[in-house]
């Protein structure tokens, strides 16, 4: 069974708009944000719908490409290992916020080969671009997508998002751990047809809501 | 794909090397064995550097490096613009190029990396900075793994002599490091006896049929 049989019809959520689980707070305070320098604040458990149907997707062992467009997490490449041969970490967000002027398109360039990836990871990343930034970027992005492949993404649907980007851990197939964030800042609320039409390449194949404010979704190229 | 969780034999680097000169450069043993060479702070190597002993860095170094059988440490200090050939790479510094590992990389959290790393076991402290590709050796994989950081800890001790030239060679040992290419500095580097532990990170579970 090739990758492209694989991603078919096999999503757990039964559909979009699933119903997400609410987070759960640990009171322990490990699991270092890392390389930011900040002091911790409570780990968050969350049930990650998308991830959990990618992931059901995927075989161990198997030889898929991977970009993930968040910062390097060792656990996170730690894990994605048992099933992908490679993983590109990008650190879009860090590589904007650190040049002046700001340019996606650059930024990206490198990073998106066309038709590479069997999943690409862009986390709480979206929220992050402004609105011309995001039609470059998901662009880019789709085009980066190889037959079959999936892009995960989370959108923050309530007013008020974190400071910064949260940096999800990957617990397991469908557990994603964060930090509480220490500051807030205005949201751009993309809605849904704004994304989808920005993926323009890419079907949305599922849309979970959560309860903790987010709202994820699961691309795939046809 | 292996993802231990304690592996030994990892060396932990001296710090920064002091301003001051130092000694003579006198390679040591690695505790393996081996022969250790080490690029003082003060140091600035241009070309490739072959050899067949561990090699620590914590100057500059432009160029390649090429100890494929042995361990390649880039210290806090160190600064490396170079494809890296070696058996085990720990970074605890800064590291621009393609990084090949045919055993193990670890990128310690004070290290700051851009290239691509290949290895069949790679470890990411937190607070690593790391932008590239990591690709896992085909055929290497499946040896169990798991989500997680962890540290463990080895054995691996040494104290370090300060090398002032690109080259250092082990003596009686016969073996050595060959430097093409230019060397710049004293040799105030190196000298520092490195931390007689060794840590490790990685993790391990067992991977999900």
């Known amino acids: ?222 | 794909m292996a993802w231990k969780r304690n592996e030994p034999d990892i060396p932990s680097t001296p710090s920064p090397a002091p301003a001051s000169p130092a000694p003579p450069s006198r390679p040591q043993s690695s505790g393996r064995g081996g022969e250790r060479a080490v690029i003082g702070g003060s140091i600035t190597v241009q070309g490739d550097i072959k050899g067949q002993e561990d090699l620590t860095i914590l100057g500059q170094v432009k160029g390649t490096i090429d100890v494929k059988e042995h361990t390649v440490t880039v210290g806090q200090s160190g600064k490396v613009k170079a494809d890296v050939h070696a058996k085990l790479i720990v970074v605890e510094g800064r590291v621009e190029g393609n990084l090949f590992g045919s055993d193990q990389i670890v990128l310690r959290s004070t290290a700051d990396v851009q290239g691509n790393l290949t290895a069949p076991r790679v470890a990411l402290e937190d607070g690593a900075q790391f932008k590239g590709a990591i690709d896992m050796e085909p055929g290497t994989k499946a040896k169990g793994g798991g989500p997680g950081g962890s540290t463990g800890s080895g054995g691996a001790s040494s104290s370090g002599g300060a090398s002032g030239s690109g080259s250092s060679g082990s003596g009686s040992s016969g073996s050595g490091s060959s430097g093409s290419g230019s060397a710049k500095g004293d040799s105030g580097g190196g000298d520092k006896p490195p931390s007689g532990g060794a840590s490790s990170s990685g993790s391990g579970s067992s991977g999900r049929g």
């Open chain 1, 1 to 222: 069974m090739g990758f492209l049989d694989r991603l078919r019809g096999k999503g757990r959520g039964g559909g979009s708009r699933g119903q997400g689980a609410a987070p759960s707070r640990s009171p322990r305070r490990g699991d270092s944000p890392g390389g930011s320098g900040e002091a911790e604040t409570p780990s968050i458990r969350l049930r990650s719908l998308a991830l959990g149907t990618l992931f059901s997707h995927l075989v161990q062992g198997g030889s898929y490409e991977f970009l993930d467009l968040g910062p390097a997490i060792g656990s996170n490449v730690q894990f994605l290992a048992r099933y992908v041969k490679s993983v590109r970490v990008g650190d879009l967000h860090g590589t904007l916020t650190g040049t002046t002027p700001r340019n996606v398109e650059r930024a990206l360039d490198e990073l998106t080969p066309a038709g590479t990836y069997h999943g690409v990871l862009a986390w709480d990343l979206l929220n992050y671009l402004d609105a011309e930034e995001l039609q470059t970027a998901a662009a880019a992005l789709a085009r980066s997508v190889a037959p079959g492949g999936y892009l995960l993404a989370v959108i923050h649907y309530t007013a008020q998002m974190p400071g910064e980007p949260l940096r999800f851990r990957i617990s397991d197939e469908e557990t994603l751990t964060y930090h509480e964030p220490r500051t807030t800042r205005p949201a751009p609320r993309y809605p849904q047809r704004t994304l989808e039409q920005a993926f323009g390449a890419l079907e949305l194949e599922h849309s979970y809501l959560l309860k903790a404010g987010l709202q994820e979704y699961l691309f795939v190229r046809e």
